[in-house]
């Protein structure tokens, strides 16, 4: 191969690798907040997430994360993230009116905005910004989670569920790899897939995603092979198995999540309402 050639394909390919590494959605410091969020450790996960959004004021992965912070602190405080809400469809239509704290929901459409305008402005330079797109699809998920289970808005949650499953499609084309972005879609597909049938023609004439199977499909690479969202995936799947009379495979996924995250109660709730195996 003459040496040129050779020079322009080492040029071509560090391009590519530094191009891949600037688009990586993989930060340890945010993880480490995230992981925080799933054991029930909200403060020490705003704390973590301050100190990384000094250092990367312009990254909007670090205020959509902490408006997560906020969403799941909240949710915890008003259990509304058990699963027999989710698993009973009465239980869950006739819940109680919840009363979220003010302060909170303060700071957390701060955060989402915070958020949307840093990812905004990241996408006006390049529509294709990993991070950014990422960070749309999780402030419109959690947008929707804020409006359907704590305001009890079930068409505005929708419409937020729709927009957000936009820049999920954008962000799986701009990175393939990009697993936690199956989530939402996962979401979308799998819980309007139980509603009943007329509703879900509807749904689907109005563009909605409403297929079963391919909910769980993606909730599953999520929860294989995703990162931030991978441990909130297994827990769907853990509620999807419930509901599909299968406990032995619920038992298993919050087992595996109760030893990963001692300190959440709720999975330790979640297995002591399990039958118990026959020994």
């Not at 958020?115 to 699809?137: G, H, P, Q, Y």
């Not at 990009?178 to 309007?192: H, I, K, M, S, T």
Request: without cysteine; hydrophobic residues 40%.
């Amino acid at each position: 191969m003459p040496a040129r050639l050779s020079a322009i394909l080492v040029l071509l390919t560090s391009i590519g690798t530094a191009f891949a590494n600037d688009t990586n959605l993989k930060s340890d410091e945010v993880y480490s907040a995230w992981l925080q969020m799933y054991d029930l450790k909200f403060d020490e996960a705003h704390l973590q997430l301050a100190r990384w959004q000094e250092t990367h004021p312009d990254d909007s992965l670090g205020p959509a994360s902490d408006a997560a912070a906020y969403l799941f602190s909240e949710l915890t405080r008003l259990g509304s993230l058990e699963s027999a809400l989710f698993v009973d469809d009465n239980r869950f239509t006739n819940r109680k009116i919840l009363d979220p704290d003010p302060k909170v929901k303060i700071s957390f459409n701060e955060r989402i905005e915070q958020a949307d305008r840093l990812a905004d402005a990241a996408l006006e330079i390049s529509n294709v910004d990993a991070r950014a797109l990422f960070a749309k699809t999780l402030t419109h998920g959690l947008r929707a989670d804020y409006v359907a289970l704590i305001d009890g808005r079930g068409v505005k949650a929708l419409s937020y569920t729709k927009a957000g499953r936009v820049y999920a499609e954008r962000l799986l084309a701009a990175d393939p790899q990009a697993f936690d972005a199956y989530l939402g879609p996962g979401v979308e597909n799998y819980l309007l897939s139980l509603k009943p049938i007329a509703l879900r023609v509807l749904l689907r004439l109005t563009g909605s995603q409403v297929d079963r199977e391919a909910g769980l499909e993606k909730l599953e690479k999520t929860a294989s092979q995703g990162y931030y969202l991978e441990p909130f995936a297994k827990l769907l799947l853990a509620v999807a198995a419930l509901r599909d009379s299968q406990p032995e495979k619920a038992r298993g996924i919050l087992e595996g999540l109760h030893q990963r995250f001692p300190d959440n109660e709720l999975y330790a709730l979640e297995l002591s309402r399990l039958p118990s195996t026959t020994q």
